[in-house]
Every structure is written in C-alpha cells, then in structure tokens.
C-alpha cells in the first residue's frame, strides 16, 4: 500500500476536480460530463498500482455525485455506472503501464502515452454504449455526439498528461499540485468563455426577438424560421454540433433589420428603390454584427450574409448563384420563404401549406430557391402531417 498521505492528498485533487467538471453535452434522457479530471485520473494510474488507483478515481467521482442535493441526484443504476465506467478503465490502463514501464525515460513517456490512449478508448467506449442506451437514438448520431464531444475535449488532454508525467519525473511531487493547478485555471477560463459565448448568443437572440416584437406580423418569425432550418439540416444529416450552429444563424438572419427605420421596415405599401436598397443592406449589417462573436466569424455570419442570393444568381448581396452559395444559406432562404408564406401579412393573409407548396414549387424551386431543398421542405412537412394523423 502506497503511503496514506499521499494516497489521500490523490483522493482529495481528484475530487476537487470532479467538482469542478463542466458540462460539455446534454442527451435525451440524461447528462454527459467531460472536464480536466482526465488528467488526474491517468495521473493517479501511473502513481499508483491499479486496485489503488481505480478505487481512487471511481470513489472521488462518485462521492461528489452522493453529496449532490437530493432533487440532483441520479437513478442508483447511474452510480453504478459512473463508477464502473471510472474504476474499469482506471484499472486496466494501470495495468498496461505498470507492464511496461521500465528504467529508460524516453521509453516510460511512450507507456504514459499508450495508458492513456487505453484510458481513453474505454472511457468513451462507456460514454457511447450509456449514450446509446439512454437516448435510444440513432446509431450514427450518438457516434457522431460522442466524437464531436467527450471524444474530442478529452484528446485535448492528452499532451497535458505528458508534460505532469515529465515534469514529476524531474520536480517531484510539487509537480503534481503545480500541473494540476494549471489544468484547473485553464479550465475555468475555458468555462467562463463558454459563458460568454452564450451570453452574447442569448443578447443576440433576445435583440432579434424584441425587433419582431415591433411588428405583431413578424412577432416570431426568427424563431419558426430556426426551428424549421433545424429540421431540414438534421435530414440532411448534418453532425449535432453543426444541426445547432445552423439554428442560431436561422434565428439571427435578420439581426441586421436592427438598424433600418421603423418607417421603411413597416411601410404597408410598396417601398421606393431608396428604401428598398436599406433593406437590401440588412444582410450585410448582420454579417457586420455577428462577426463580433467570434465564433460566428467564419460561417454563422456569412450564412446570414448570403440568405438572400437566388439560386439563379439576380439575389443580393453579392449575386452568387447555384452551389456557390452556402449551404446553410441556402436552407435558411427556403426555411425563411415559406414561413413568410404561411404568416399574416399586412397585405394578404397567410397562405395554407398547399398554397406556398404551389408557389415555391412551380415560381420558386430553381430560381429563387434551390429545388432539392424545396423538395426536402415539404418531404419534412408531409411526414409530420402523417405523424400528426396517426396520433
């Protein structure tokens, strides 16, 4: 048995790294965790002998879930789970290492390497198998949920464990505390970016908001807008990450509106070419303003910039034509036309499904909007009316 102490102040960092664990993916039926404790666990794996550091690493995690407030607290299976998860690829990854390990440095940092690669199958094999199981969805779309998630945020800390490996090697065991510190520090700033990116996203979307709110004619449009863009990227079989990337700049594609004048932007009449040149602009400014989010610099913003191309190449603002233009844009212009179809209008009241299928099949697919999207719109359409029938 390793001395007590140190064995205990191990228990102690990797639980205040369990605690400090941010959520990353959120899945139908339950919640996926991924954090910087990775980085202890395998630490703890090459320190320790394998019983030792799988009972360290599962029961720190475990601990942390049990003192949760009781509205927070899992399903008993989940525990079991968890543990499992932790302790299973704990154990055989120190195993491994301790196989291998041997007197040549060089050497013992390539078995620090294939531990943790082992570490790191078994982990996400554990993810994806529980992701599966809880959410029942398609085989394809957790694998591509897990990749683009757990997968990718624990490969970050791959390298990491390398250098915690190197510099014990040479400080001791003040290189632990030190590392571990500077693993936890970039992981809150990490998290307090993440909070920023969301609280600029939600201002975005409350600004949108409260612009159709001026107008009880638009008053949710960017909203119905998304959700069927949402739709359409999914059957297309777009990645999760990329399904959400293409909602937000669906709900934000007339962010630019917010700065044409309310006289021009709620004329009831037919507007003049100086004011319909404003309008034309409003793609633009909204490209302007997304790209102060740095995220959205190289693609949310030029998908807003573009969704009023035409397919035949007379839209604005820049007359691209065909597959010229984005993707995402293209679903959004089709997402965009037929929500606008199907509301009231000042001028008209709003079109039934039949009658926009009407107008964008026959006036519109090839044109204006590109026709496969048009097809796969109402494809979407006609399916959930089945569903809605058979209920």
Same mark, same amino acid.
């Given at each position: 048995?390793?001395?007590?102490?140190?064995?205990?102040?191990?228990?102690?960092?990797?639980?205040?790294?369990?605690?400090?664990?941010?959520?990353?993916?959120?899945?139908?039926?339950?919640?996926?965790?991924?954090?910087?404790?990775?980085?202890?666990?395998?630490?703890?794996?090459?320190?320790?002998?394998?019983?030792?550091?799988?009972?360290?690493?599962?029961?720190?995690?475990?601990?942390?879930?049990?003192?949760?407030?009781?509205?927070?607290?899992?399903?008993?299976?989940?525990?079991?789970?968890?543990?499992?998860?932790?302790?299973?690829?704990?154990?055989?990854?120190?195993?491994?290492?301790?196989?291998?390990?041997?007197?040549?440095?060089?050497?013992?940092?390539?078995?620090?390497?294939?531990?943790?690669?082992?570490?790191?199958?078994?982990?996400?094999?554990?993810?994806?198998?529980?992701?599966?199981?809880?959410?029942?969805?398609?085989?394809?779309?957790?694998?591509?949920?897990?990749?683009?998630?757990?997968?990718?945020?624990?490969?970050?800390?791959?390298?990491?464990?390398?250098?915690?490996?190197?510099?014990?090697?040479?400080?001791?065991?003040?290189?632990?505390? $030190?590392?571990?510190?500077?693993?936890?520090?970039?992981?809150? /700033?990490?998290?307090? #970016?993440? @909070?920023?990116? !969301?609280?600029? %996203?939600?201002?975005?979307?409350?600004?949108?908001?409260?612009?159709?709110?001026?107008?009880?004619?638009?008053?949710?449009?960017?909203?119905?807008?998304?959700?069927?863009?949402?739709?359409?990227?999914?059957?297309?079989?777009?990645?999760?990450?990329?399904?959400?990337?293409?909602?937000?700049?669906?709900?934000?594609?007339?962010?630019?509106?917010?700065?044409?004048?309310?006289?021009?932007?709620?004329?009831?009449?037919?507007?003049?070419?100086?004011?319909?040149?404003?309008?034309?602009?409003?793609?633009?400014?909204?490209?302007?303003?997304?790209?102060?989010?740095?995220?959205?610099?190289?693609?949310?913003?030029?998908? $807003?910039?573009?969704?009023?191309?035409?397919?035949?190449?007379? /839209?604005?603002?820049? #007359?691209? @034509?065909?597959? !010229?233009?984005? %993707?995402?844009?293209?679903?959004?212009?089709?997402?965009?036309?037929?929500?606008?179809?199907?509301?009231?209008?000042?001028?008209?009241?709003?079109?039934?499904?039949?009658?926009?299928?009407?107008?964008?099949?026959?006036?519109?697919?090839?044109?204006?909007?590109?026709?496969?999207?048009?097809?796969?719109?109402?494809?979407?359409?006609?399916?959930?009316?089945?569903?809605?029938?058979?209920?």
């Amino acid at each position: 048995m390793q001395n007590t102490e140190f064995v205990l102040f191990l228990f102690l960092i990797s639980s205040i790294f369990e605690i400090a664990s941010i959520k990353t993916l959120e899945f139908t039926g339950g919640k996926i965790e991924t954090s910087a404790s990775m980085v202890v666990h395998i630490t703890v794996v090459f320190l320790l002998m394998p019983l030792e550091a799988s009972l360290i690493n599962a029961s720190s995690g475990i601990l942390y879930k049990l003192i949760k407030i009781p509205k927070e607290r899992y399903p008993v299976s989940r525990y079991i789970f968890n543990f499992s998860q932790v302790a299973v690829s704990s154990y055989v990854s120190s195993i491994v290492f301790h196989s291998i390990v041997g007197q040549n440095f060089v050497w013992n940092i390539l078995a620090v390497m294939i531990c943790t690669m082992v570490y790191f199958i078994l982990n996400n094999l554990f993810i994806f198998f529980g992701v599966y199981t809880l959410s029942k969805q398609d085989l394809r779309e957790v694998l591509s949920k897990v990749i683009s998630g757990p997968v990718l945020s624990m490969a970050l800390f791959i390298p990491v464990v390398i250098i915690v490996y190197i510099l014990y090697q040479y400080m001791g065991f003040i290189a632990i505390p $030190v590392s571990l510190a500077a693993v936890l520090s970039i992981q809150i /700033g990490n998290y307090y #970016r993440y @909070k920023y990116y !969301e609280a600029k %996203l939600e201002h975005l979307k409350l600004l949108a908001k409260s612009l159709e709110e001026k107008d009880r004619y638009t008053r949710g449009h960017s909203e119905r807008v998304a959700e069927l863009a949402r739709k359409m990227a999914r059957k297309l079989g777009f990645s999760p990450k990329m399904v959400e990337r293409i909602y937000n700049a669906a709900f934000l594609h007339d962010i630019g509106k917010i700065g044409i004048p309310d006289h021009v932007l709620k004329k009831p009449t037919i507007l003049s070419k100086e004011e319909m040149d404003i309008v034309k602009n409003h793609p633009v400014m909204g490209e302007d303003i997304l790209r102060e989010v740095d995220i959205f610099n190289n693609r949310e913003s030029k998908w $807003v910039r573009h969704h009023h191309e035409r397919w035949d190449g007379t /839209g604005y603002p820049d #007359r691209l @034509k065909g597959e !010229e233009i984005p %993707l995402p844009s293209r679903i959004i212009a089709v997402a965009d036309v037929y929500e606008a179809l199907t509301s009231d209008r000042p001028y008209r009241k709003a079109l039934t499904k039949e009658e926009a299928r009407e107008i964008m099949m026959k006036q519109m697919s090839g044109t204006v909007l590109d026709p496969d999207l048009v097809k796969l719109l109402f494809e979407i359409l006609d399916e959930e009316g089945e569903e809605e029938k058979e209920k």
